[in-house]
């Protein structure tokens, strides 16, 4: 890479479970840049660093460094948690234990739902109250507190989440509480639920600042050890981390709200593949992104992505922030195919990860995956990442063979077509339940497949969904990396706000909206945003009179009538439920802010390859095609080498470096302008 000396590079990275993707954008050229390195889930830290070291750059060299990482994620999932203590209101010290009364399969008599994160021993009272309006009943005593901070102290406590009842309404006593503790305890993390997430439903409220409070110490040291890292390199700008809600905070306010980065790498593939739609014209899309240990699936209508505020790590504790609705399951190339005990064949969620990853690596791994499938199929070459990664034929046809094909009475094709089937099977029960379930026909939607296995798979998932239109982008294997870099600094500001529409003015409302998008405009300050850059929207909860399920759309800034919000809601309603009463009367439940700075985003650069598609020709060889009846002699592609507005139809293969895209005998596959290749059905 002799050519990356210009100073002046975007650099973008997504930490996954197998890889570690490395995206490089140089604002002068136009030119991008990728790097793939093995991610390093015990330390994080060092796969970022080995990745930017192996795209030869130095931090002098780097104007912005944006990344997703699964930091959060993983800590809540393997419980590596610092010692948390939960301070809360007298008689609700239970609130994690009994949280709504539910677990994911109600009819499951033997499963459980996870423990809580902060064990029972470790959830302490305090006698105090404020009533549901916000009076004051009952002030918090000072002594009481000094002395629960002294036990604490010897339990050497280093998070404590404060979450008392009705402080969302009233949080006096929770700051007085927390301005105590930080006197005691001046080294530990503290947040109140008032901070947080000044919201009514007690569950919800205090499962989110007891994530935020046991996340906080974890995501503090994590970005001061990258921020120490990238200072060594040469780097000194902003350490940029992407969050749940689709955009990105600095280094200053992570740890303030570090549970928002419980889904942070996931995040960036929903943002680059509504721009990867956007690039070709639509505005409905659902993207596909399969990576080697999962597939990530989102849904974008009317350009909008679809918000969702009901997520978790961990079934049973709730994160109320606002996150983009992101299905992950797990199917991704490293997914273990195996025989359960009724002799069936099923496909993950085990994965083979990286270490050892799949039999054809050969680094000792026996488990059968897909990957090992797709090159006994001849879908993939076996020599990947131009020839830097050689993938053992042989070690994949030997796990295929003694884990599935003799079990199950089939030779290496059939059994590696079988895991496919049995993936493919998977990720439509995925891609139906967040379109067709969610009151969208997935025939009005492009299909946006990216990460390193997406490709694969692409072609089949939209035949069998009847999606017309799959979009391949240019570099689908770091497209969540580069999706790091198309993202504006946003805050969500969020308040409860319960009254009949009927029987509030918009001069209350506006007032309301007013002072959250203060607390808006301070935290972009914060972060360094120009004011000129600052875009502040609205929007507003509503129900009908006697329902708890809430819709959520904007209104006006400001408001000059309720009218139109009202008429939006019904709409909405209908197109989610299937129908609408305008003779019922509409509730208000809550009130949002979404403060977004904007920031600059690359341009870039479209790629004119010369020559013929003829030139294009790499080689020919044997594929499995079930729709052909068996293995076809196809040709194969170099992806950057074929002429723009190329046309041609399947079987072919279609092969880049960090993709292998799989053209079926139904699809017509046309190159544009911006070197996605778009397969439409014939």
């Known amino acids: 890479m002799s050519n990356l000396t210009k100073t002046g590079y975007h650099v973008a990275v997504d930490v996954g479970g197998t890889f570690t993707d490395v995206f490089v954008y140089d604002e002068?050229?136009?030119?991008?840049?990728?790097?793939?390195?093995?991610?390093?889930?015990?330390?994080?830290?060092?796969?970022?660093?080995?990745?930017?070291?192996?795209?030869?750059?130095?931090g002098d060299k780097i104007k912005m460094f944006s990344h997703g990482t699964t930091v959060g994620t993983n800590a809540l999932i393997e419980r590596k948690l610092p010692k948390a203590a939960l301070v809360t209101t007298k008689g609700f010290r239970d609130v994690p234990e009994i949280r709504r009364g539910t677990k994911l399969d109600l009819w499951d008599a033997y499963s459980d739902v996870a423990e809580p994160y902060i064990k029972r021993r470790d959830r302490f009272e305090v006698d105090e109250r404020v009533g549901y309006d916000g009076e004051m009943l009952k002030e918090v005593n000072e002594d009481e507190v000094r002395e629960l901070a002294g036990i604490l102290k010897r339990r050497q406590v280093e998070a404590i989440a404060i979450c008392f009842i009705n402080a969302y309404v009233n949080a006096e006593n929770e700051q007085k509480t927390k301005e105590i503790l930080q006197e005691e305890l001046p080294e530990a993390y503290i947040c109140t639920s008032s901070d947080t997430l000044p919201e009514i439903f007690e569950h919800e409220r205090m499962s989110?600042?007891?994530?935020?409070?046991?996340?906080?110490?974890?995501?503090?040291?994590?970005?001061?050890?990258?921020?120490?890292?990238?200072?060594?390199?040469?780097?000194?700008?902003?350490?940029?981390?992407?969050?749940?809600?689709?955009?990105?905070?600095t280094s200053q306010t992570v740890p303030k709200y570090a549970a928002r980065l419980a889904s942070s790498g996931i995040a960036a593939g929903a943002i680059a593949s509504k721009h990867i739609a956007n690039l070709c014209g639509f505005k409905n899309a659902i993207?596909?992104?399969?990576?080697?240990?999962?597939?990530?699936?989102?849904?974008?209508?009317?350009?909008?992505?679809?918000?969702?505020?009901?997520?978790?790590?961990?079934?049973g504790y709730p994160i109320g922030f606002p996150s983009i609705e992101i299905l992950t399951i797990g199917a991704g190339g490293g997914s273990i195919s195996w025989i359960d005990d009724g002799g069936s064949l099923r496909n993950g969620p085990h994965s083979a990860g990286a270490d050892p990853g799949p039999a054809c690596y050969g680094q000792g791994g026996k488990e059968p995956t897909n990957t090992d499938a797709n090159l006994v199929l001849g879908r993939l070459n076996t020599k990947l990442i131009d020839g830097q990664m050689e993938l053992d034929k042989d070690l994949a046809v030997k796990a295929i063979e003694e884990r599935v094909a003799k079990p199950l009475g089939y030779d290496a094709h059939g059994a590696a077509n079988a895991m496919i089937q049995v993936a493919n099977a998977n990720m439509v029960d995925a891609l139906n339940l967040i379109s067709?379930?969610?009151?969208?026909?997935?025939?009005?939607?492009?299909?946006?497949?990216?990460?390193?296995?997406?490709?694969?798979?692409?072609?089949?998932?939209?035949?069998?969904?009847?999606?017309?239109?799959v979009i391949v982008p240019a570099h689908p294997g770091v497209a969540a990396a580069m999706g790091c870099l198309l993202v504006d600094v946003r805050h969500d500001i969020?308040?409860?706000?319960?009254?009949?529409?009927?029987?509030?003015?918009?001069?209350?409302?506006?007032?309301?909206?007013?002072?959250?998008?203060?607390?808006?405009?301070?935290?972009?300050?914060?972060?360094?945003?120009?004011?000129?850059?600052?875009?502040?929207?609205?929007?507003?909860?509503?129900?009908?009179?006697?329902?708890?399920?809430?819709?959520?759309?904007?209104?006006?800034?400001?408001?000059?009538?309720?009218?139109?919000?009202?008429?939006?809601?019904?709409?909405?309603?209908?197109?989610?439920?299937?129908?609408?009463?305008?003779?019922?009367?509409?509730?208000?439940?809550?009130?949002?802010?979404?403060?977004?700075?904007?920031?600059?985003?690359?341009?870039?650069?479209?790629?004119?390859?010369?020559?013929?598609?003829?030139?294009?020709?790499?080689?020919t060889r044997s594929v499995y095609f079930e729709e052909a009846g068996g293995m076809v002699e196809s040709t194969i592609y170099d992806r950057t080498k074929i002429p723009v507005l190329s046309e041609f139809s399947g079987p072919a293969i279609i092969e880049q470096l960090d993709s292998t895209i799989v053209v079926p005998t139904d699809y017509t596959v046309k190159i544009d302008e911006y070197r996605n290749i778009i397969m439409n059905r014939k």
């Open 28 to 58: 002068k050229t136009g030119e991008m840049f990728v790097t793939k390195t093995s991610s390093t889930p015990s330390n994080p830290e060092k796969g970022i660093m080995n990745g930017i070291l192996k795209a030869e750059l130095t």
């Open 208 to 249: 989110t600042t007891i994530v935020n409070a046991v996340l906080g110490p974890t995501v503090s040291k994590y970005i001061h050890t990258l921020e120490g890292n990238m200072k060594e390199l040469g780097y000194d700008g902003d350490i940029i981390v992407l969050h749940s809600g689709g955009g990105v905070m």
């Open 287 to 315: 993207g596909l992104d399969m990576g080697g240990t999962s597939t990530d699936i989102s849904l974008m209508y009317d350009n909008e992505l679809r918000i969702t505020k009901d997520w978790y790590i961990e079934y």
């Open 436 to 469: 067709v379930r969610r009151g969208y026909d997935p025939r009005d939607f492009a299909l946006v497949a990216f990460g390193g296995a997406g490709a694969l798979h692409g072609a089949d998932l939209a035949r069998e969904m009847e999606i017309p239109t």
């Open 494 to 619: 969020s308040k409860t706000f319960v009254a009949n529409t009927n029987e509030v003015t918009k001069e209350d409302l506006e007032r309301e909206f007013i002072e959250m998008e203060r607390e808006a405009t301070k935290l972009l300050d914060e972060e360094g945003i120009e004011e000129e850059q600052m875009h502040l929207i609205r929007y507003i909860d509503m129900r009908y009179v006697g329902q708890w399920r809430t819709l959520s759309v904007t209104i006006d800034r400001p408001i000059m009538s309720l009218d139109e919000a009202i008429e939006r809601f019904h709409q909405e309603h209908e197109r989610e439920f299937a129908f609408a009463d305008r003779n019922t009367g509409v509730e208000i439940y809550g009130l949002r802010v979404e403060a977004i700075g904007a920031v600059n985003k690359p341009v870039f650069a479209k790629e004119e390859p010369k020559g013929t598609l003829e030139e294009a020709i790499k080689e």
